[in-house]
């Protein structure tokens, strides 16, 4: 039996490690190329009314994609598939994907003409601070008007992917953001040029003309990335059709699931909206917060979002065949992943948030003070990212488990404490727009502790874990002292080229101190890691 029990845990840890890393380095080109898309816009337009409006109107459409194309739809519609593609057959599977796009074209067609209709109020509502500023809160409204119809696009892309992933089929889907990122910045700066024309190409003064192209071009690239995605659905045996049966049993399970995990898989975007109303009082915070939180994201993507993408199809079989102790295999060792990856990358980008800050964003219109009031919103959300990932990683468990209202309770007590938070350090303590990244990464903490004890409950979850957390410790603080001490005794340079080079030097080297201190102390997780790397045709395969 034993036997037994570990030959499962190391194909389940072999199968997850290698399907992490093909989405995971899908990820990164996702992340990557959503990087160079922020820095285009902060170069162009720098911190302040032009950059606070776009990202003030891109907001709503921005948190609907993430609850639907990162969580509730996706993560809903993926577990209900599976288990019905694994007990039912193929047949009644693709009968449902054929219900779910009919519904979602009907309902997703009514939410986006409802923002364009409301946009005043939505703006007037999520970015009260506007109004402070002469013009800011009209080009918000108008801007939402022409993003608002991205969220139809993303919302159908977020089906095919939630279909391809429970099929195994990952790295495309996971690629598909990064045709959205490609896509939006050649046609958005193309048309900037077009609707703004400059007279130094080179040294251009872009006024808010060129907002209009953005915007269109973040438009057509939601397009580009469900457009992506369609051969390879056909190619998996999806033939279109329309089907309105509103009482079909399966459609109402993913309702079912989806509709408490609206709320459940919204707390960092909803809490991150609510930063926002906050920070729309103060003239380039959201600017500042955005491209904080953007550089948050990128191992948020590439090691949370990953892991879970891969974890809740197998969690979802496991739980269909009654292979609770399977479940538990994967479910633990996918949060040792987790920790094992986010750890370090947190701990590296609160020590060098500055320099990162920086090289990525200090050009054009983007001046230093922007990038200290970012770097310290960066260092403050960095608390927070093992949190982040975590949440991702835990939440589709409970909707695999079919306890959706777990998560839902956890996040609904943490929007509250959220609202406090805020208030506090905002205002009694007077941090600005750190203590609102601060209180974000603080509820984060808490909202994945509260996960942690509540499905320990339900799944066994008892391991090695005291030798574990000491190693992973004892090598993330090695690395903390390196990259420290390293970019201390390197002297800066006013030349980006040195600054790159002295930067991806102290990463490099302090990655190397991590992953030598992990292999000394024996983790298996950098063994796992490095045999991923060793096996790229095995990989590309899963």
Known sequence: MDNLSTSTDQQIRGQTTRRVGVVGLAIVGSRIFGLVREQVLAAMFGAGKLLDAFYGAFRIPNLLRDLLAEGALSTAFTTVFTQVHEKEGSERA?????????????????????????APLIISLT????HAVEGKWELTVALTRILFPFIFFVSIAAVVMGILNARHVFALPASASTVFNIVSVITGVTLAYLFDPQENWLKPHFTEKALYGISLGVLIGGIAQLLIQLPSLWKQGFRAGWIWDLKDRHLREVLRLMLPSVISGSAVQVNVLVNGVFASMINGGISWLNCAFRLMQFPIGVFGVAIATVTLPAVSILKARGDMQ??????????RLTLFLTLPAATGLAVLAYPIIQVIYEHGRFLSNDTLATSQALQAYALGLVGYSLIKVLTPCFYALGEAKAPLRVSLWGMGINLILNS?????????????????????????????????????????WGRFLCSLFFSTLMMALTAWVAIGLWPGSDSLFEQALRLLSVILLATVVFFFCAFLTRMQEAKEFFSFLKRPKIASKS
């Open 424 to 464: 506090v350090f905002f205002y009694a303590l007077g941090w600005g727009h750190i203590g609102l990244a601060f209180s974000t990464s603080m509820l984060a903490l808490i909202n994945s502790a509260q996960l942690l004890v509540m499905i320990s409950r339900r799944v066994h979850l008892f391991s090695s």
């Open 127 to 130: 970015n009260a601070g506007f």
């Open 326 to 335: 399977g479940f538990s295999h994967a479910l633990i060792h996918a949060i």
């Open 94 to 118: 693709w009968r449902l994907v054929r219900l779910m796009f009919s519904l979602m074209i009907v309902f997703m067609g009514a939410i986006t003409l409802l923002g364009i209709l409301a």
